[in-house]
């Protein structure tokens, strides 16, 4: 009787070592076809979907088939898949009302992906932070900003907020504030400013470069110098156009005024005198040579 169970006891151990091979086998495999299945989806997808549209279909072809190798191989250990299900269920009510902002968070990603505003590679500018989109979640869009800092914003947030893609289109206009003299030629600053649009190679000519006369201020004559780039030149374009308007006016002598202010330092303190010399005047410090 003893021997009777004893093997049995054996068989039991062999058949739960079979078991947990029999499962590590079809975890190992799992993994394997899910990153065969999500190269497959990469290359099919190549060229036929955007970047993240593809991004999120290999991710799904991954998880979808090691989720099925998982389930397979826990059913080969003896578990009981519809005790999991309803233990599942049971977990997911709970971790829902525990994590209203990751649902938020995960509806608001839905219709991030639906109406795209923005694809990965844009350039976007949401709550003072600008940056490229480096990937587009289920719960946050992920951004480099330009002195390289990863930021991550919720997706709920992308969705109450403003947000500017910058690169959507491939033009975007530069607005160029600048005042003149009051005693400048308009017609004479308008031929200065248009002829450094007409000379800067990263200038388009359609649409036309524009000078506006945006109003008058306290001590110049304010206008707005309207240019077109394209978005991949947009940095040097704007930096080299600034520069180039600020030489040309210069070399034109045209004056670009600013406020001149006076300093009073106290109630104690008598003001600061000024008295406005003329030409061939001698300064009061200076005595006037004596004639004998």
């Known amino acids: 009787m003893t021997d009777l169970l004893n093997d049995i006891q054996g068989i039991l151990t062999v058949d739960k070592a079979l078991s947990l091979i029999k499962a590590g086998v079809l975890l190992t495999v799992g993994f394997l076809l899910a990153g065969l299945a999500a190269r497959v989806i990469r290359r099919a997808s190549a060229g036929r979907l955007e970047l993240q549209q ?16 998982f389930v397979a191989a826990l059913h080969q250990l003896g578990f009981n898949l ?12 709970a971790v829902g009302f525990a994590s209203q ?24 500018h949401v709550e003072g932070t600008t940056g490229e989109v480096l990937a587009i979640d289920l719960l946050a869009v992920k951004l480099r900003t330009f ?12 969705i109450k907020s403003e ?3 910058l690169t959507r289109f491939p033009i975007r206009r530069y607005d160029l504030k600048i005042g003149v003299a009051y005693k400048e030629d308009l017609e004479r600053v308008r031929e200065v400013l248009l002829g450094v649009a007409d000379r800067h190679p990263l200038c388009l000519d359609e649409p036309r470069p524009q000078l ?9 004559v304010d206008l707005q110098f309207s240019v077109w780039g394209r978005k991949e030149d947009w940095v040097n374009f704007r930096n080299e156009i600034l520069e180039a308007a600020k030489r040309a006016l210069d070399d034109s002598g045209i004056e670009i005024p600013f406020p001149h202010r006076s300093l009073y330092v106290g109630s104690a303190t008598e ?16 005595p006037e040579a004596s004639s004998s």
Do not use: K, Q
Request: glycine letters at 10%.
């Open 271 to 286: 003001p600061f005198p000024v008295r406005v010399i003329e030409p061939g005047e001698r300064p009061p410090s200076e």
């Open 101 to 124: 902002t990751s649902a938020s968070n995960l509806i608001s990603g839905l219709f991030l992906i639906g109406e795209r505003p923005f694809r990965i590679g844009d350039t976007i």
């Open 82 to 93: 519809s005790v999991l299900l309803g233990a599942a269920g049971v977990l997911s009510v």
């Open 163 to 165: 947000v500017r893609t």
């Open 212 to 220: 506006m006369l945006i109003g008058f201020g306290d001590s110049s």
């Open 147 to 158: 002195d390289n800092v990863f930021v991550r914003i919720p997706n709920e947030t992308l």
């Open 54 to 69: 593809a991004l999120l279909l290999r991710r799904a072809g991954y998880y979808l088939v090691l989720i099925l190798f």
